[in-house]
């Protein structure tokens, strides 16, 4: 891998033995509108893909099969394989695509089995790194034992396909449940500075080492708005969103990001943006926009 051109902030973590840049990337946004079909711009998405991972050194990259479907897949096989040792993609299963864009859940055994060995071809991958239960709907978490589906998991990584096992949009209780089955990694949850539902949870999870990976942390399909936030960035001579992914880095050493976007100079951006250092009156003042 060539030395990264950019400074990415945010240092390294630890997901279990892989370590990864806490400033990652999301693959979603590189598939068709509302994450279905494939990019307009094919060749900007595989641009967007190796600037991440090859001139920039970001190791972490999140994907799943159901994104297009199969689409940011092929595309991330397509940019990067062979992958650089020091790149660890980490995919999700337990829901699917219908054909109106809906996310139905699939989290029966046999689902979930054909969902790792779809992510297996589709990345051209012998073992997966990482592989989040993605639980809840599309609404948000959904309470209920977990207990089968991610059992399912825990025996596909006894059989060598996973290495490492984390939750997405779980409760606190699933997220227990799920350390009472077998060790996790990761936690990744909706989570940004007006949605601060998670705090006891990232905490908590900072305390046991294990890392936490907000999704939507600029507010998804809808931005973040925040009259606080502007002023603050107004005051950094920054952007608001570059001000909100600062901020995630500095709410706990656990936060990973992931921000997702199909354009080079946004992804730049964003790595700059994310190393803002805000002072104790700039986080004392975005605090208060959550709570």
Same mark, same amino acid.
């Given at each position: ?11 390294? %973590? ?11 990337? @999301?693959? !979603?946004?590189?598939?068709? *509108? %509302?994450? !279905?079909? +494939? +990019? &307009? ?17 970001? =190791?972490?990259?999140? =994907? ?37 864009? @809906? %996310?139905? &859940?699939?989290?029966? +055994? ?33 309470? @209920?034992?977990?207990? $089968?589906?991610?059992? =399912? ?19 606190? $209780? ?15 949850? !909706? ?15 900072? #305390? ?5 990976? *907000? ?25 608001? !969103? ?16 992931? +921000?997702?976007?199909?354009? =080079? ?18 986080? #004392? $003042? ?6």
């Amino acid at each position: 891998m060539s030395t990264p051109s950019l400074s990415l902030p945010g240092g390294t %973590w630890a997901l279990g033995d892989l370590t990864v840049t806490r400033f990652g990337y @999301g693959a !979603m946004q590189l598939a068709g *509108p %509302w994450v !279905m079909g +494939p +990019p &307009t711009d094919r060749e900007g998405a595989l641009a967007v893909l190796r600037e991440a991972a090859v001139d920039l050194g970001i =190791t972490h990259i999140d =994907t799943s099969d159901a994104y297009g479907p199969r689409v940011t897949n092929e595309l991330i096989r397509e940019a990067l394989h062979p992958y650089p040792e020091s790149l660890h993609i980490v995919t999700k299963v337990g829901a699917t695509r219908d054909e109106q864009g @809906g %996310w139905p &859940t699939a989290r029966r +055994p046999e689902d979930l089995r054909r969902q790792v060995h779809d992510n297996l071809k589709s990345l051209r991958l012998d073992v997966l790194d990482l592989v989040n239960l993605r639980l809840g709907n599309a609404e948000g978490p959904q309470p @209920g034992s977990l207990a $089968e589906a991610f059992e =399912t998991l825990v025996e596909l990584q006894q059989q060598g396909l996973i290495r490492h096992l984390g939750v997405s949009n779980a409760t606190e $209780e699933q997220v227990t449940e799920a350390q009472s089955i077998a060790p996790i990694v990761c936690v990744q949850n !909706m989570y940004n500075l007006a949605h601060r539902h998670d705090d006891k949870l990232i905490d908590r999870l900072a #305390t046991e080492g294990v890392a936490y990976v *907000p999704f939507f942390p600029l507010g998804g399909f809808t931005p973040l708005q925040s009259s606080a936030l502007s002023a603050v960035a107004a005051r950094l001579k920054a952007t608001p !969103m570059s001000v909100a992914l600062a901020w995630l880095l500095q709410r706990s050493p656990n936060i990973l990001l992931i +921000p997702g976007t199909s354009s =080079t100079a946004h992804l730049r951006e964003n790595i700059a943006g994310a190393g803002l250092s805000l002072s104790h009156e700039d986080l #004392t $003042e975005l605090d208060d926009i959550g709570r």
